[in-house]
C-alpha cells in the first residue's frame, strides 16, 4: 500500500517562494500519475499539478491554469520523491496542500475524485 508524507510549507510574503516535497512509500510500479492538490478554507479541493513517473518528456506534466509559469512540479526517482517549486506566490495560492498518487491508466487529469491515496497535507500560507 502507498503511503504519502508531505513537508516543506510554511508562511511567506507574496512574491516568495517555497518548495513542498512529498515521499511516497511502497512505490511498486512503474507508472503513476502523482500530483499536488490544494484546499483553501471553505472551497473544494482542487489539482495544482500532475506528472506521469517513468517517464522523462515534460509533456506529462499538467497544471492548473492559475500557476503556469510559477510553479513547477518534478519527480526524483531515486528518493521516490516528488517536488512542488513554487515561486512568486500570491495570497490566492494560502491553502492546504496535499499530494496524491494513482496507477497511471492513459490520463493523469487532475480529477481530485480519480485519487485514492492521500497525505495529511502541508499549510502554505501567504501575505500580502
Known amino acids: 500500500q502507498v503511503r504519502l508524507a508531505e513537508s516543506g510549507g510554511g508562511s511567506v510574503q507574496a512574491g516568495g517562494s517555497l518548495r513542498l516535497s512529498c515521499a511516497i512509500f511502497?512505490?511498486?510500479?512503474?507508472?503513476?500519475?502523482i500530483g499536488w492538490f490544494r484546499q483553501a478554507p471553505g472551497k473544494e479541493r482542487e489539482g495544482v499539478a500532475t506528472?506521469?513517473?517513468?517517464?522523462?518528456?515534460?509533456?506529462?506534466?499538467y497544471y492548473h491554469d492559475s500557476v503556469k509559469g510559477r510553479f513547477t512540479i518534478s519527480w526524483d526517482n531515486a528518493k521516490n520523491t516528488l517536488h512542488l517549486q513554487m515561486n512568486s506566490l500570491k495570497p490566492e495560492d494560502t491553502a492546504m496542500y496535499y499530494c496524491?498518487?494513482?496507477?497511471?491508466?492513459?490520463?493523469?487529469?487532475?480529477?481530485?475524485?480519480?485519487?485514492?491515496?492521500w497525505g495529511q497535507g502541508t499549510q502554505v500560507t501567504v501575505s500580502s
Open positions: 511502497g512505490y511498486t510500479y512503474s507508472r503513476y500519475c
Open positions: 506528472l506521469v513517473t517513468g517517464t522523462s518528456s515534460t509533456s506529462s506534466t
Open positions: 496524491a498518487v494513482r496507477l497511471y491508466s492513459g490520463s493523469c487529469s487532475m480529477s481530485v475524485r480519480d485519487f485514492g491515496g
